[in-house]
């Protein structure tokens, strides 16, 4: 079974701090994938990328960065958190890119910002 | 990437047969049309994918006409345990900055007793 591990469930960060969110996945797949889901706004891609140190911007990147120095491991980095950047955060990876191709899911970090 | 438009909520009960339709006008010729399941507090997990005519699995059944400018996802008899939001997603395979996925909003399926 793949499996996409996402290092916390729920984090609380305070305004300005610099956050983490890892992501691990075991299946040696080339591609991974950073999420954000809000209510009523389905899931939005921030980052993804498809090697090692290779990163792509989605569609709201903006306060975001992205690190991928191994294969199994993608992390999103929230330079300075804001309160709008509460949210559900989901990584995903898959062994080929596309939308053709299945995607695994980790569990989801849900984050506040105070 | 094909842009899909499917409905934004749709009801039902338990035991009946849902239908859920995705319409993709601009789809190619390499496009496969992939159904993703999503519960709540959950990440979306992969439940069926076609290029054309009919495909089951245990989970449903997926129909796309000749013309693939449009399928339907199809749940047989469901339960209280359905409720969930389905994304359908149009694309071919993608490498490098062509990798990504994306997903839309969803249809938000509430089943009742």
């Known amino acids: 079974d793949v499996k996409v591990t996402q290092s916390s469930r729920y984090l609380v960060k305070r305004t300005g701090e610099k956050v983490f969110l890892e992501c691990v996945q075991d299946?040696?797949?080339?591609?991974m994938f950073w999420y954000r889901q809000d209510p009523g706004l389905g899931l939005r891609l921030i980052y993804f990328s498809y090697d090692v140190k290779m990163k792509e911007k989605g569609d709201i990147p903006e306060g975001y960065s992205v690190s991928r120095e191994k294969k199994e491991r993608f992390s999103l980095i929230l330079e300075s958190a804001s309160t709008n950047q509460t949210s559900m955060y989901l990584c995903?990876?898959?062994?080929?890119?596309?939308?053709?191709?299945?995607?695994?899911f980790g569990q989801g970090t849900r984050l506040t910002v105070v | 990437l094909a842009k899909t438009t499917q409905p934004i909520s749709m009801d039902s009960y338990e035991g009946q047969e849902v239908n859920i339709t995705c319409s993709h006008n601009?789809?190619?010729?390499?496009?496969?049309i992939t159904w993703y399941q999503q519960f709540p507090s959950q990440g979306p997990r992969f439940i069926i994918q076609g290029y054309k005519t009919k495909v089951t699995n245990e989970v449903a059944s997926l129909f796309i006409p000749a013309d693939r400018k449009s399928s339907t996802l199809s749940l047989p008899r469901v339960s209280l345990s359905d409720t969930a939001v389905y994304y359908c997603?149009?694309?071919?395979?993608?490498?490098?900055?062509?990798?990504?996925?994306?997903f839309g909003s969803g249809t938000r399926l509430s089943i009742r007793p």
């Open positions: 995903a990876s898959s062994l080929m890119g596309g939308a053709s191709t299945e995607a695994f």
């Open positions: 601009n789809i190619a010729t390499n496009d496969y």
């Open positions: 997603l149009v694309g071919a395979s993608g490498y490098s900055s062509a990798s990504k996925i994306i």
């Open positions: 299946m040696d797949h080339e591609n």
